[in-house]
């Protein structure tokens, strides 16, 4: 695995050793939360970290997160009590090391794989891909093989290998969950979309994770109390217990003692079927004896029926006995007085205690003192009562039994009423055993001590319970705190002193602190949770602030392309309307000064005609016919002009009046013409045929008769051969592709227009015809100006069977 | 028609316009001009008997031109109308211009009766005729 970048050695060096500081800060951090006895951590950020780091930095910094881990476990977990202690605490940190890269450098890779880096995080199957891959799926790693070197080291057990691998595998999946995409989201680029979306993921991940930490102190805490509390309750049990086992040891002596004060001769079976019940009801018991009081005056005799008591008597030989310096029993010396043992129970094994006089012994003696005195049963210290080494411990306890109904008022009452001593001796471990249960006792450690001994035979009683050390070597740093519970019982009994000692075995502390694990977890897994779906809401709003930003620069361009736009159409529309402008305005100076122009040559051309034609008035018969030919030409010449002055100020007119239009039937305008021709049709005999279905126009009427009566005019001009004209006026029909609109078609049977001329024919002056047809050569160009002044046209068009068709078309009536 | 000629006064700068409308009234005979005046001016001094027309004979029908120096037709039809002494007599615009806006503002003006001046002489003397 290479990086895919190669940066300078000391860069990546750099990387490589920031890399291991965070890991080693974000551990140590992290332990802080360790939650005992297993020292497993819920949460371990580090995880999370180490994976963010090698998405971020590359894969080439898998030696920080090594260097990172070692320096976490080698502290806290370094023993230098043997070489293999010490080569196991380097191996076993550095195996976990190893673990803890490779499962970073998975991560990352399944990261890239599947999901892509750099990646915004976005989209929801990206984030939880993500979390996915990087947290359940790639915590496999590190867990397995840090668990698998725990037990390989020794370190745990195989029964705890499953809670181990659980605890490891949720904290570094909770650690990589909470903690590498916050990483991701705080160093994403670009920074201004991203820069509200780190906060509103870390704070509210921050303040539940806070939140979760907060209760699960709390809960640890309570979790606590309730182990100190059941602790206490439960040594208060087996306090109670024992001392009720105690007691009821010492209740035997006084069942003894009454049986005595009751049976006035006490024999051996009786004895023993009085106490043989007691036993089994007081496990502690060992023995119980009956020791009276003799006198050297009665020894003999005491011992003579003692034998005579016992029917087999080969074996015992009763008499009072006593240790020698040897140890071994001889007959007693002679003394004032004897407590001799003469019963025992259970007998079998002890018969060669019996006769031994319990006041020979200093210790015993002592006890029987002591026992007169408080007149209670009294204990001796501690006595070792078997071979045994396990526990060899247990106390001799005598209760002095007086004559009923004997008074007891002074010392001498006291010693003569005194018939002699039930005895009992207890063995601790038993009686211990028995009072603190069988498996429930041992996740306890307990110490029974008599504070009455002196200092090195105080200890009567020690049992550490069965504790192992369970290991992760996610080491709390603080040990003690959690094996202190402790307590203490004192109580006097059998006329001592007694302290009872309880510790809880690291044992009893394993039972899992469900409570406060499971508020962690819980909240952590919520966190995480809430991490994924701030992660994906923000996502949202971050993809939506993206798609809102680009829409927006989209819509910007748009608009200032628009804008660009109507600016230029602006431009555009000015400079048409100018160049429109100066249009009109050049076309109004043209037609005004045609107007003028044709105005001012009037005044002249009144004047040629009119002397001219003074002349011929008066004249005219001095002239010879030459002369008065070219009179009458200048008269035709001056007519003439003022024809063409008047044609021409007609299309100026045209073009520039404003027209007031009405709604006119057509017939009346095409009537209105005819009248005006009606010379000239008679004339030429022309027949002029008018269809009855013409269209109502929307014309100025004077203009509009002014243009049929042109076109009237011109077709009564034209005709073939020396036919009279034909006429036709219909109303105007278009054919297929021409403008829809209203108006008039005239037909001639005229020799029709050549094609070539077909456009030339309504310019001004441009005539299709020679000299000898009359006419200026303004009448269609009056016509077409008219029409267009209408919002209409004229145009020509040939005719079926020889002659012309002039259409001239009008603004649609409405 | 009336037997006695109307006796006219006439506004018109144009000489030639002149010798055609003598003639014209000359070959009526329905009318006779009893003075010419070649512009603005000239007529309201003639028609106000100022100066050298301090004897002038007021005439019974004014024929006015439009277009001439010094005072237009229509100036001297405003004085005239504004003049009660002149109010009366009828004037005749008798000008070469057809366009629509002399015609308006001449009866506007008060003008008894606009003429377009006829092309030819032929015409003329149908005018003359009327009087």
Redesign the interface.
Known sequence: MTSRSSPSSARQLARVLGMAVVYYVAGRLALLLAIPPGYATAVWPAAGLALAGVLLLGNGVWPGVVLGSLLVNFWTSFDATTPAAMLNSVLLPTAIATGAAAQALVGARLIRRFVGHPNALTRERDIFLFLGLGGPVSCLTSATIGVTSLLAAGVIEWSRCPFSWWTWWVGDTIGTVLFAPLVLVWTAKPQAVWHRRPLSVTVPIGLTFALTVVLFVRASAWEQQRIEHEFERRTLNLGQALRKNFDGCLEVLHSIESFVASTPEVNRESFRIFVERSFRRHPGLDVVSWNPVVTEARRARYEAAARAAVPNDSLYGFEIREWDADGRLVRAARRAQYVPIQFMEPLAGNESVLGFDVASDPVRSQTLKRARKIGKPTGTGRIVLSEETRQPYGLVVFLPVYAHGQPRATAAEESEHLLGYAGGAIRIGDMMEAALGGAEGKDIAVRFYDDSAPAEERLLYADRGRSSEPESLRVAGDQESHSALHSETRFEMAGRQWTLEFSATPEYLTVLPWQAWGVLAFGLVFTGLLGALLLVVTGRTVEIGELVASRTAELERANENLISQIAERQQIEAALIESRDVTEASRRDLETLL?VIS?DL??????I???S??VR?HYADRLDPSGRDFLARINGEA?RM?RLLDDV?TLARARREELATAEVEGMKIVESAIERLVSTIQKTGATVWVAEDLPRLQVEPTWAVQAVFNLLSNALKFTRGERPPEVDVIGYQPRAGEPRAAGLVVKDRGPGVAPEHEERIFQLFQRGVGREVEGTGAGLAIVKAVAERHGGRAWVRSREGGGTEFVITFEKAA | MSDTPVEILLVEDNENDIVLIQEAFAEAATARLVAVVRDGEEAMAYLGRRGQYHDARMPGLVLLDINMPKKNGFEVLAEMKADPALQSIPVVIFSGSTQQEDIARSYAAGAATYVPKPMDFQGLIEFAQTF
């Open positions: 107007h105005h009037k005044e002249p051309l009144r004047g005609a009119g002397f034609e003074m008035i007519l003022r100020l």
